[in-house]
């Protein structure tokens, strides 16, 4: 008779990762409790701490207050709208004009600015904390100092593939194997009002 007993693959098992057109390989190992907190708060050092959509969408209203443009009034019912309906593409898509007008205005720049930081920190800790090996040519030979890889071995992989690695790294590490992260392109409408200048 048939050992029906269902194959159990443990939550720690590694994951060569291999990028198209690459001929360089990555381990990636998802982290433990005590090696997630340690990325979280070196995350947190090193990228701070992103605003939240409510502050987001708070810092837009203030910054179409601060610009005044003439059609303030729709603009700010668009953000009321996109906050109210997230998962609604199409005015999603609105919100996105909007925000070209006010991206550069410091009320707005500010929170921006620190959404950017902290995105762009993810991947690169993320990699520090689960990368176990690579091999490839052109690759350092591959050493783990305390628990993470050394910036200096770190900066010497090409910059694309460490974004690629590092957040598969950050899934494995926060959400699980199973975890894919989706994102949908949103198409500005044709009839989405823009902020237009007193006039």
Same mark, same amino acid.
């Given at each position: 008779?048939?050992?029906?007993t269902?194959?159990v693959?443990?939550a720690?098992?590694?994951e060569w990762l291999t990028?198209?057109g ?12 005590? &090696? ?16 939240e ?12 207050r601060?610009v005044e443009?003439a ?5 700010l ?7 109210a309906t ?11 004009l909007?925000?070209?007008a006010?991206v550069?205005v ?10 950017v930081?902290h ?16 091999r490839?040519p052109?690759?350092p ?9 050394p910036?200096?071995?770190l &900066? ?7 974004g ?10 926060m959400l699980?194997r ?9 198409s ?7 902020p237009t200048?007193?006039g």
């Open positions: 008779m048939a050992d029906e269902p194959v693959f443990s720690r098992e590694t990028l198209p690459s001929p360089r390989s990555y381990l990636i190992q998802p982290l433990t409790y005590r &090696e997630r907190s340690a990325m979280r708060r070196e995350l947190r050092r090193v990228g701070g701490i992103p605003p959509r409510p502050a987001l969408l708070e810092g837009m209203r203030e910054a179409l601060q443009p059609n303030l009034d729709a603009c019912a668009i953000v009321d709208e996109a906050e997230p998962d609604d593409a199409g005015v999603q898509a609105r919100l996105a909007v925000e070209q006010v550069d410091p009320a707005y720049a500010a929170l921006t600015d620190a959404q930081r995105n762009d920190a993810v991947p690169y800790v993320a990699a520090r904390h689960g990368l176990r090996d690579w490839g052109g690759l030979a591959f050493a783990r100092v305390d628990g993470v890889v910036d200096d071995l &900066e010497e992989l090409p910059a694309a593939e460490i690629i690695v590092g957040w598969r790294a950050y899934v494995l590490a699980g199973s975890a894919e992260g989706n994102s949908a392109a949103l500005p409408s044709p009839e989405s009002p823009t200048p007193e």
